[in-house]
């Protein structure tokens, strides 16, 4: 949208050119077990609802990077990392726009994301007993292993065809649904995971363009230590 609303500047109301960019920050949280945990955003929100992302939002201002990604991902899952328990480092920068196609209207968020990755010295069993997760802000979770989480770093949003999927991959994913206060287990398509993002027309329940760069990051990270 950035990129085409340069042509048409007038387009874009005065109120919407003057709210500037905001910062955001994600975290990429992976537990000992190999396992990361993406949560789908609750379709009450009013940017990207029913997209899979890691838990984060905005940096308050005078706050690190590392701490807001640490208090967003405590507000949103419940889970809070003690001080040594975890390493981190930043995985790169995304630029994200809502909505992110023109066809369903102009932009009216415009954030500069910061993907972490934290690495965690417990295991996803551990982590998951702890969690109590915000329903205004989250509908579901899931602890993905790392070859359906290849498979979404794989799949191009703005692609022709969305590839073949791996015959590897499990048919069903478990997820945790929130609702009422309480969790289930249910086991969604692994295919949607790897849904891409429409060019136009309604949003589908899909991984967000911004998470799978910032898995593509992770997995090239792991070829380099390798």
Same mark, same amino acid.
């Given at each position: 949208p950035a990129k085409r609303l340069?042509?048409?500047?007038?387009?874009?109301?005065?109120?919407?050119r003057g709210r500037g960019v905001a910062v955001g920050v994600a975290v990429l949280l992976r537990a000992s077990t190999g396992r990361i945990l993406l949560t789908r955003r609750a379709g009450t929100l009013s940017t990207f609802p029913n997209v899979w992302v890691p838990p984060g939002g905005h940096v308050e201002p005078d706050e690190s990077l590392l701490d807001a990604g640490l208090r967003e991902l405590e507000e949103e899952t419940g889970l809070h990392l003690a001080p040594g328990t975890f390493s981190w480092r930043m995985l790169g920068l995304w630029e994200s726009i809502f909505p992110p196609v023109l066809t369903r209207g102009l932009p009216r968020r415009h954030h500069i994301v910061t993907y972490l990755l934290v690495l965690c010295a417990e295991p996803h069993e551990q982590l998951e007993a702890r969690m109590r997760p915000s329903e205004s802000e989250v509908s579901a979770y899931a602890w993905l292993e790392p070859p359906l989480l290849e498979a979404i770093a794989a799949t191009e949003d703005g692609a022709e065809s969305p #590839?073949?999927?791996? /015959? =590897?991959?499990?048919?069903?994913?478990?997820?945790?649904e929130l609702q009422? #206060?309480?969790?289930? /287990? =249910?086991?969604?398509?692994?295919?949607?995971?790897?849904n891409m993002a429409p060019a136009e027309g309604e949003d589908v329940e899909r991984v967000s363009t911004g998470t799978k760069f910032a898995l593509r990051l992770w997995l090239e990270s792991i070829g380099e230590q390798g």
């Amino acid at each position: 949208p950035a990129k085409r609303l340069q042509e048409r500047p007038a387009e874009l109301p005065a109120e919407l050119r003057g709210r500037g960019v905001a910062v955001g920050v994600a975290v990429l949280l992976r537990a000992s077990t190999g396992r990361i945990l993406l949560t789908r955003r609750a379709g009450t929100l009013s940017t990207f609802p029913n997209v899979w992302v890691p838990p984060g939002g905005h940096v308050e201002p005078d706050e690190s990077l590392l701490d807001a990604g640490l208090r967003e991902l405590e507000e949103e899952t419940g889970l809070h990392l003690a001080p040594g328990t975890f390493s981190w480092r930043m995985l790169g920068l995304w630029e994200s726009i809502f909505p992110p196609v023109l066809t369903r209207g102009l932009p009216r968020r415009h954030h500069i994301v910061t993907y972490l990755l934290v690495l965690c010295a417990e295991p996803h069993e551990q982590l998951e007993a702890r969690m109590r997760p915000s329903e205004s802000e989250v509908s579901a979770y899931a602890w993905l292993e790392p070859p359906l989480l290849e498979a979404i770093a794989a799949t191009e949003d703005g692609a022709e065809s969305p #590839g073949k999927v791996p /015959s =590897t991959l499990p048919a069903t994913v478990c997820i945790m649904e929130l609702q009422d #206060g309480s969790s289930s /287990s =249910t086991q969604l398509p692994a295919t949607t995971f790897l849904n891409m993002a429409p060019a136009e027309g309604e949003d589908v329940e899909r991984v967000s363009t911004g998470t799978k760069f910032a898995l593509r990051l992770w997995l090239e990270s792991i070829g380099e230590q390798g």
